[in-house]
């Protein structure tokens, strides 16, 4: 792993102030104005903005509105057809519950991930006209923006369609009635401003605030500019939300509510939200979501962890089958095959980047048609190359790091070729190296609890707006490894050269058990960190939570 100091500050014998470093911290992340830095240490609320604040047409919102209101008064029945992942259950429910206290004749609808696929089908909308001859208006949430001849089709059927969403657009819009599309926000914040434009209660967009820092976070959105207030005001309902399924989610998981942010929502929340969706069919997680009924919720919940166990198990025999196949050394990873469960190929994909540092993709292959997802590093735009090769899919979506599209079985080895040879031309040594960027670099005396405490303001964390990361020069004190099969170390750190009354430090180095062999009591090293705090039996301390650690033999 490569470091890079954004801050060449020398500070050997300079003993920084607490303002001097949080100014290297705003600088760092782009903020030089007055008024850039009020904006991001104070984002706007939400609800004190207008659709064109975020990006949306309001024309387009206008034609939204005037059609829905016209269906709900005239008794026209209405599907909002979400997406199976958290950024579209969550706007789902948003816009459901807003039309359905509206008086509409509404009913929410998710398709199935492995039978019907991302977003509208040609087939599931034949099959709900068939259901529901009275069928005249359809709302999407978090997708549709490059749905053309599906919306068309629904066209011919006698079905308007209105689109929420916020992904990459393709250069025309689709024929829709209305398009609701920004990329500043995600899908659940998209359709949260339709509802806000609707006239839903201001206690209720408030309180669901909550549900669009669930999507922003689960669509792993950059936590800057408009993205950054939803999960600011989100968060702060989140901990205080009262809807009976997040609820039963914190009770099930031993959750503090009082202490969610981004993390909680990443790898706690989204992940048993997701997991029904990814195993069996996510309108169970919708229900979890929607339901008024405590019981019930609970009931649910339960349910939702055993789903979640089942999809972590899945998914680690997934990327370990994948990692043995993986044995090129291209710039590229395109692995397919029929075992891959499409419900987990997206996070295998994950897995495979960040422990191979190179975009990938993961096709779960089928006989006549096979679906992929992929992710991507910084400098190589992963949906952008894919539409390069858009005459050989039936269909694509996503973001630049981030995506995934359906193609027939009989093309995958053509566009492996095509994609490879894509990532040769585009990707050098240089960016496939991982790179730890460092605000800047401290002395452990420049650390205190008031310098941990100005942080807070920085929050939340994210891409965009990473926790802050220093390096210091430390002398080892102690060390041992901890967790499962030695995972992880823990050390006690003390300045290097040593100071006198400059307090030792503890420090916790997640998955670098590994290094305990490189290292030895009152060995001086250099370390990349995180400050976190550390609450034991009431007790605050000062922690260091080690990013990577460097040896004089380095």
Not at 313 to 323: H, I, M, P, R
Request: net charge positive; with cysteine; proline share 4%.
């Amino acid at each position: 792993m490569r470091w890079e100091i954004i801050n060449k500050l020398q500070i050997t014998n300079y003993k920084l102030q607490i303002t001097d470093i949080i100014d290297i911290l705003l600088k760092n992340r782009g903020l030089k104005t007055e008024k850039q830095i009020k904006n991001f240490l104070n984002p706007q609320n939400p609800l004190k903005m207008k659709p064109e604040d975020f990006g949306v047409s309001k024309s387009q919102i206008t034609k939204a509105v005037t059609r829905i209101r016209k269906a709900v008064k005239n008794k026209e029945h209405i599907i909002v057809w979400g997406d199976y992942d958290s950024d579209g259950i969550c706007g789902t429910a948003i816009l459901w519950e807003t039309l359905y206290q509206m008086g509409a004749k509404v009913l929410p609808y998710i398709p199935d991930r492995i039978t019907e696929g991302y977003g509208f089908n040609v087939e599931s909308i034949q099959k709900l006209k068939n259901q529901d001859s009275e069928l005249k208006l359809l709302i999407s949430v978090d997708h549709g923006i490059t749905a053309h001849q599906k919306i068309e089709y629904a066209e011919k059927l006698g079905i308007q369609t209105i689109v929420t969403d916020h992904h990459e657009p393709t250069k025309k819009n689709p024929p829709a009635l209305a398009v609701i599309h920004t990329q500043e926000i995600s899908g659940t914040a998209v359709a949260w401003v339709l509802a806000k434009a609707l006239g839903a209660p201001k206690q209720k967009l408030k309180a669901d605030l909550a549900l669009c820092a669930l999507g922003i976070v689960g669509d792993v959105m950059p936590v800057v500019g408009k993205a950054r207030g939803f999960i600011k005001y989100g968060i702060e309902e989140l901990k205080k939300t009262t809807r009976p399924g997040l609820v039963a989610i914190f009770e099930n998981t031993g959750l503090d509510s009082q202490r969610i942010g981004t993390y909680e929502i990443g790898y706690i929340i989204n992940p048993r939200i997701n997991a029904k969706g990814r195993m069996e069919h996510a309108i169970e997680s919708l229900r979890l979501l929607c339901t008024k009924d405590k019981n019930k919720a609970a009931e649910l919940a339960k349910k939702m962890e055993i789903s979640n166990q089942e999809r972590q198990s899945l998914l680690d025999g997934t990327v370990e089958q994948a990692k043995a196949l993986y044995v090129s050394s291209n710039k590229l990873i395109f692995l397919a095959d029929e075992s891959f469960h499409f419900g987990v190929i997206g996070l295998v994909a994950g897995k495979l980047v960040e422990e191979f540092y190179r975009p990938a993709i993961v096709v779960s292959k089928g006989e006549t048609y096979s679906k992929a997802s992929a992710r991507s590093i910084n400098g190589f735009n992963i949906i952008e190359a894919i539409r390069t090769c858009s005459d050989l899919l039936v269909d694509a979506g996503g973001h630049p790091m981030a995506a995934g599209f359906t193609i027939e079985t009989a093309k995958l080895e053509i566009l492996k070729s095509k994609l490879e040879k894509l990532a040769e031309q585009q990707l050098d040594e240089q960016k496939l190296t991982k790179t730890l960027k460092i605000d800047c670099e401290l002395n452990l005396e420049n650390l205190s609890d008031d310098l941990y405490e100005k942080f807070s303001q920085f929050e939340p964390f994210g891409i965009g707006n990473p926790e802050p990361i220093f390096t210091s020069r430390v002398v080892v004190k102690n060390l041992r490894t901890v967790g499962t099969d030695g995972k992880h170390l823990k050390l006690t750190l003390s300045p290097a050269p040593n100071i006198p009354n400059i307090p030792n430090y503890p420090a916790i180095a997640f998955s670098l058990g590994y290094l305990v062999d490189k290292l030895k009591v009152d060995q001086e090293i250099e370390v990349a960190y995180n400050l976190s705090l550390n609450l034991w039996n009431s007790e605050k301390k000062l922690e260091l939570k080690l990013k990577d650690i460097k040896c004089a033999q380095d």
